[in-house]
């Protein structure tokens, strides 16, 4: 499946370093492991959707970058 990308290079950016802080923050902060789970996920998650330049939530929205 062929998907066309709905977020702009900025907010890949800022994704992508979001990501990369969440996989740190749960790696390296004491917590307790649901919690250190649930930010390892949200990160992975963040990172992927950065790197393909889709978003399936925008997606849903209706959101397309401009002159696409």
Do not use: H, T
Not at 18 to 33: D, E, K, R, S
């Amino acid at each position: 499946m062929v998907f066309k990308r709905n977020v702009p290079s900025w907010e890949r950016l800022l994704r992508a370093a979001l990501g990369i802080a969440l996989l740190l923050a749960a790696f390296a902060v004491p917590m307790q492991a649901w919690l250190a789970w649930i930010l390892g996920g949200s990160g992975i998650g963040a990172l992927a959707s950065a790197l393909m330049g889709f978003c399936p939530a925008c997606a849903l929205a209706g959101r397309r970058l401009p002159g696409a």
